[in-house]
């Protein structure tokens, strides 16, 4: 069984910056991923990066903005938010994946989720 704990997340105006974290437990994992799901709307894919790795990819929209990272000493996953925009506003969710590809992009190739944190961007 894995253990999540998601944290971070909160209010800022455009411009600002936020951090999310993710800490897992329990098993070995691969890819590692956020995503996002704004009122209204299905959730979407954000950044992913490989457990064991460098690999990394980014939705186009955030690209130059989001960069997500991982400390495999603790296990945990982060993601740095700069230059938000209000769009972005959404609840955020951490995910991994035990199935062995480095990166993924599809919510049906993760196994574990976060609780999801609310990220609010005001203009």
């Known amino acids: 069984q894995v253990q999540v704990e998601e944290s971070g997340g909160g209010s800022v105006q455009a411009g600002g910056a936020l951090q999310l974290s993710c800490k897992f437990s329990?098993?070995?994992?691969?890819?590692m991923g956020w995503f996002r799901q704004a009122p209204g709307k299905e959730r979407e894919f954000v950044a992913s990066i490989a457990w064991f790795g460098s690999r990394t990819t980014y939705t186009d929209s955030v690209k130059g903005r989001f960069t997500i990272s991982r400390d495999n000493d603790v296990n945990t996953l982060y993601l740095q938010m700069r230059n938000l925009q209000p769009e972005d506003t959404a609840v955020y969710y951490c995910?991994?994946?035990?199935?062995?590809?480095?990166?993924?992009?599809?919510?049906?190739?993760?196994?574990?989720w976060g609780q999801g944190t609310q990220v609010t961007v005001s203009s």
């Open positions: 329990g098993r070995t994992l691969f890819a």
């Open positions: 995910a991994a994946s035990g199935r062995g590809a480095p990166v993924a992009t599809r919510d049906s190739e993760y196994d574990y």
